[in-house]
């Protein structure tokens, strides 16, 4: 659902806010299925745990928040305890290519390939 509730005097066709939920099956990344929420806000920059664009994946045990610089885990605390090992791993299209360039010497096919990327990624953009 959504609606043009933030930039009223432009000429897109799309809304400006954005929410949808969709359910996934039991599979490979998550044995017992997954709800996901997508929204999408051009009317506001707030930025979500210090980044402007990205991701965010709740879990039981911290929070993954994938963006085009790379990716951060922060864990959750219990008892004074972190759940999960915090980090920070930077990424950019340098990396990309290298991967490609690797997979295609090698005749091999990348770990995530874009029929894989494609199916997972549709839900958010349909």
Not at 43 to 53: D, L, M
Not at 74 to 91: D, F
């Amino acid at each position: 659902m959504g609606n043009k509730l933030a930039l009223f005097r432009d000429y897109r066709q799309w809304p400006d806010t954005f929410a949808r939920a969709s359910e996934y099956p039991p599979g490979p990344g998550a044995k017992k299925g997954l709800l996901m929420t997508y929204i999408f806000r051009d009317g506001n920059n707030r930025p979500i745990r210090r980044s402007y664009h990205g991701k965010a994946f709740h879990g039981t045990e911290g929070t993954l928040v994938i963006h085009r610089g790379g990716y951060r885990v922060y864990s959750l605390v219990r008892g004074r305890k972190k759940l999960t090992q915090e980090k920070s791993v930077p990424s950019g299209p340098v990396k990309h290519v290298q991967v490609f360039l690797t997979c295609a010497r090698n005749r091999k096919k990348r770990k995530v390939d874009v029929e894989t990327a494609t199916g997972r990624s549709t839900p958010a953009t349909s």
